[in-house]
């Protein structure tokens, strides 16, 4: 990225509050780390000590900050690691070599539908009756199933896959590795042995989805597996067969969701935790690290725990734990006493 202060300010629709706007800012830096041609944020009062340490070119700031060291520019944001991550965006976007086409080395089926807008990288697959919508990019080593649907401005990053009849909505992300539409962990034990149940249906990522690096949404025994609108799953999560993700989830990295589940809106699921097979997780869930829920959680809330519990609950039996050794101890005393009584 290479902007000036002044084009930071408008990019940002902040105010500049000190400093001098015609610094030219080249790159993104932590405050302890920025040096004069950096851009960075204080948004945290926790780090003040670094923010009157720092040689940042320009630092994004919250509207109480209006002072800060010499010769550094302020721009007053209502948010600055936000702020922060749209400009990021926004140049990331602006340095995007994106051109359209059909690159040679790349395999695409004459019975394809590219739209003369996407790009198809070297070493990329676009398989038989697959549709690739306009401002969409599909990079080297990926593979693009039969009759699957790919949006308008998606990007399909090196290496993932999307298996047949699959559904791509627009703007969705694809990180590298990626397995969308991989079959179902379907089996029925019959004759000694564990018979695979065919997995027939399909995965469908609505808009502005984003699926992390080596994360697999498997497809559907019947019917379809749905991830919602603007959801975002980080890497190496998985996705069960017949789940139904709502709008605007997070589910962080190596959490998991066992088959047919359903997640409503805005449920987040930290890092290491799991989701039982056939319940339903409420709106607004937050279901803490490594924490596991085997029942239907029904009210919005902060949960935590094997088996998951109001992080409240969860915290008080944290407590009481805290103090078992000590009441050991009381009961032992007490136990002594008396034996000391009946002897006596």
């Not at 940002?12 to 000190?18: E, F, P, Y």
């Not at 993104?28 to 960075?40: I, N, Q």
């Amino acid at each position: 990225m290479e902007f000036r202060v002044a084009e930071v300010v408008a990019l940002a629709g902040g105010t500049l509050v000190a400093g001098d706007e015609t610094v030219v800012l080249n790159g993104v830096e932590t405050l302890e780390e920025a040096c004069p041609g950096d851009l960075s944020f204080f948004g945290v009062a926790k780090y003040r000590a670094q923010f009157d340490a720092t040689r940042a070119g320009a630092v994004l700031v919250t509207p109480d900050v209006d002072s800060g060291p010499e010769g550094v520019a302020l721009i007053q944001v209502e948010n600055p690691s936000y702020a922060l991550a749209a400009l990021v965006k926004k140049a990331e976007e602006l340095a995007r070599a994106f051109t359209p086409g059909i690159r040679p080395g790349s395999h695409v089926s004459e019975h394809a539908q590219v739209d003369p807008g996407a790009a198809v990288h070297p070493g990329a697959v676009v398989e038989d009756g697959a549709v690739i919508g306009s401002g969409s990019e599909v990079c080297a080593g990926a593979v693009i199933g039969r009759g699957v649907q790919v949006g308008e401005d998606c990007v399909i990053y090196q290496n993932a896959s999307v298996r047949e009849g699959c559904i791509l909505g627009d703007r969705v992300i694809l990180q590298p590795g990626a397995v969308i539409g991989s079959d179902g962990f379907g089996y029925e034990f019959s004759d000694d042995r564990h018979q695979k149940v065919p997995q027939l249906g399909i995965v469908v990522l609505e808009n502005d989805v984003e699926i992390g690096a080596n994360a697999c949404v498997d497809r559907a025994r019947i019917g379809r597996t749905v991830v919602g609108e603007g959801s975002k799953i980080d890497n190496l999560v998985q996705i069960g067969h017949n789940v139904q993700i709502g709008k605007h989830c997070i589910l962080v990295a190596l959490s998991g969701v066992a088959g047919s589940s359903k997640l409503q809106d805005h449920v987040t699921i930290a890092a290491q935790a799991g989701i039982n097979g056939h319940i339903e997780i409420a709106s607004g869930v937050q279901l803490g690290g490594r924490s596991s829920a085997f029942q239907s959680i029904t009210e919005p809330g902060a949960y935590m725990g094997t088996p998951a519990k109001p992080l409240k609950e969860e915290i008080r039996i944290w407590r009481e734990l805290g103090r078992l050794q000590e009441t050991r101890q009381e009961v032992k005393a007490l136990r002594k006493e008396l034996d000391e009584l009946k002897e006596s």
